[in-house]
């Protein structure tokens, strides 16, 4: 075989060895290859969607409460990065607010390639870092919730977590709507990563920015309210309050507070996470003597007592076995239910559900049937409200079923031995003075469009009728002389019509009611004399441990909030 | 009988017809040249689309700097205009608290 030959063989060897190599390379491993090969001139990025943001009411314009803002993490890797230009760039005296590591710790361990040094780095910051170049440390751009009021409506606005998740308060109740859907970027890139054009097999899916939210709650009135809390959580030496200012002809909600707070952009800065809870929706408590105005409306709603119907009071009466005692002794005599109302006798409102259930001497099964189709029914105690937040229920006992109904039912009169939200007395004392139409409570004002205007949501409208118009004209008149009576008189501004019913709740502990801890409570409502009230407006105030009544106590604090929405809303007077 | 030969002189082909074609050089470099032709303009349309993109990139750089500054004024305007801001302001605080008159008694 002469060389020629040889060198052919050899050739056609080379060729054959080739071929099979192209052939399994794309081939046999065609997919493998493509995916390596896609990747490689591939850009695939998340288009974030941008959270929505939270608007107050300041006056009838929206104001923003919750914004976004970009904020840089910035990593280091210890094993290229240069101490000099740390230094200058990073460990600096603009940065010592972000910093959360040393620069030591950095240098200490210089095997490490991945180190986050500051956190929430203002964009300025970070494009001064930017421009200074330095070895190994880069920049990561994300997104913090920003809260320009600070600690204002804190427990009811909620915070984002760590993971961008809306947790608590709106911003957890309304995760979906503000949260919007990431869209995405898939596009043929070159080495600088710049997308390009070409290529057909690029997508673009834009992302959906979330729902810019707008409440009803007006930052004036949630501001003042909770001034006037702490004020006088500080003079009675309390320390827990809360408070729901709300339109009683609509249900909107214009202020929420709950007191201590916590600052929402430093969430993980609580000493208990129970500061997280909106105790005007999520906390069920005995509410005491606020619920005889519900028990009174009614009897006058089934038309068996009016508040100049009269009993034979006494101040202890046993039912079922137990005791049940008025809080104001020495009141034995012929009383008429407005007297019973105003001096707060439990007697009376027992006597108001003999009323109900068709026998002036005793409680009977169907008097407690009534009064749980109006409770839970009509003035919706125990059952979701609606609002558009995070909501317990509560508990009201069944009418019939199990021991000792009529004592239960006794003590549910003056709201003990049941369990309902502030925003479910709220929204029931609403129906119960507005002419009698149950308006589900709401939070939620609209959304702001992409031109900045305020678009406001359908008004649901009245749910259902609760009481007669003439019953809701006298219970306004029952909890207006409850309010006026003389040893109240003059704490409202003249030329206003205010109601209101106080409750000091006996609390249980350990299984029993205990006589050295209570929590006070008020419900009451203003407007013009002689219009539809314009307000309505309930505070809770006390401290574990400790008696708080509500005549001392949380009446006070409604008067001021009172007294302020007269001038915040300029209800006119009624000049004669 | 001699018929006139001017006729046919006069009518007959005096060019002289060859076939002409390209030969395999100057073919090869023709479509050399098609294939150039049309790869110049394929890198320059590309090139083309590819500025474009570049151009794409730069402005929408610019328009996220500038979103960025726009949020970060609002987060600023909504800051400076806080209640918790004016309630801590000194101007404010040295104002003259309202006094509401004019009830009916």
Redesign the interface.
């Known amino acids: 075989m002469n060389r020629i030959k040889v060198l052919k063989l050899g050739l056609y060897a080379v060729a054959a060895v080739i071929l099979a190599r192209l052939f399994f390379v794309q081939i046999i491993q065609k997919e493998t290859w493509v995916a390596k090969a896609e990747a490689q001139h591939t850009l695939e990025n998340t288009i974030k969607a941008k959270r929505g943001e939270i608007y107050m009411m300041d006056g009838s314009e929206p104001v923003v409460v919750v914004m976004n803002e970009k904020v840089y993490t910035v990593i280091v890797d210890p094993m290229v990065a240069e101490e000099a230009e740390l230094k200058e760039a990073v460990f600096n005296e603009n940065m010592k607010e972000n910093l959360v590591a040393k620069l030591e710790e950095v240098l200490s361990d210089r095997t490490r390639r991945y180190m986050v040094v500051a956190k929430n780095v203002s964009r300025e910051n970070a494009l001064r870092i930017r421009e200074a170049q330095p070895s190994g440390v880069w920049l990561q751009e994300t997104t913090k919730r920003v809260y320009p009021e600070g600690t204002l409506a804190a427990r009811t606005l909620g915070f984002v977590n760590a993971d961008g998740e809306g947790q608590y308060g709106v911003e957890g109740a309304l995760n979906a709507q503000l949260a919007g859907k990431d869209g995405l970027l898939k596009t043929v890139a070159d080495v600088n990563q710049v997308a390009l054009s070409i290529g057909d097999k690029n997508v673009k899916i834009p992302a959906e920015d979330g729902e810019n939210v707008v409440l009803t709650i007006d930052r004036n009135i949630q501001a003042e309210v909770e001034n006037i809390l702490q004020k006088k959580m500080d003079e009675y030496g309390k320390d827990q309050a809360s408070a729901v200012v709300m339109n009683p002809r609509t249900g909107e909600i214009l202020a929420m507070a709950n007191l201590p707070s916590y600052n929402p952009a430093d969430y993980g800065n609580v000493e208990s996470a129970s500061l997280y809870i909106n105790r005007v929706t999520e906390d069920p408590y005995e509410p005491a003597s606020v619920c005889k105005a519900f028990t009174f409306a009614t009897g006058i709603d089934l038309g068996v007592m009016t508040a100049e119907s009269t009993y034979y009071n006494v101040d202890k009466i046993y039912i079922d076995g137990w005791p049940i005692e008025n809080a104001s002794k020495n009141g034995a005599g012929v009383r008429t239910m407005q007297y019973a109302l105003n001096w707060s006798l439990n007697v009376g409102s027992i006597q108001a559900l003999k009323w109900i259930g068709g026998d002036a001497e005793n409680i009977t099964e169907e008097g407690r049937k009534t009064l749980y189709d109006y409770y839970v029914n009509k003035f919706g105690l125990g059952e979701e409200t609606g609002i558009e937040l995070y909501e317990a229920t509560g508990l009201i006992g069944d009418p019939v079923e199990g021991d000792g109904r009529d004592s239960l039912y006794a003590n549910m009169t003056f709201g003990q031995n049941m369990l309902v939200t502030m925003i479910q007395v709220a929204a029931g004392y609403s129906a119960m003075i507005n002419g009698g139409e149950y308006y589900a409570p709401t939070i939620v004002k609209g959304t702001i469009d992409t031109n900045g205007e305020l678009v406001e949501k359908e008004k649901a409208g009245a749910l259902r009728r609760v009481v007669s118009e003439d019953t809701s004209r006298q219970m306004r008149e029952m909890l207006w002389g409850t309010r006026s009576s003389p040893r109240l008189l003059g704490i409202d501004q003249a030329g206003y019509f205010v109601g209101g019913k106080t409750g000091t709740a006996q609390v249980i502990r350990d299984g029993e009611y205990v006589m050295d801890e209570s929590v006070a409570t008020y419900v009451g409502f203003g407007g013009a004399e002689g219009e539809m009230p314009e307000y309505l407006a309930m505070v809770r105030i006390w401290k574990d441990g400790e008696t708080t009544d509500a005549q001392k106590m949380a009446l006070p604090v409604f008067s001021e909030i009172s007294n302020y929405l007269i001038d915040y809303l300029k209800i006119k007077p009624k000049v004669e | 009988m001699r018929e006139s030969s001017s006729a046919w002189v006069r009518n007959r082909n005096i060019v002289r017809h060859t076939p002409k074609t390209l030969g395999s050089v100057s073919q090869s470099v023709i479509l050399g040249v098609l294939v150039l032709v049309v790869g110049l303009i394929y890198v320059t349309q590309?090139t083309k689309?590819?500025s474009?993109?570049?151009e794409?990139?730069k402005v929408e750089n610019d328009i996220a700097k500038l979103e960025?500054?726009k949020?970060?004024l609002?987060?600023e305007r909504?800051?400076l205009?806080?209640?918790?801001?004016s309630?801590s302001n000194e101007v404010a605080a040295n104002m003259q608290v309202g006094q509401?008159a004019g009830?009916?008694?």
Do not use: P
């Open positions: 590309g689309a590819t474009y993109d570049y794409l990139s960025a500054e949020e970060d609002a987060v909504a800051r205009t806080s209640i918790a801001r309630d509401v009830y009916a008694e």
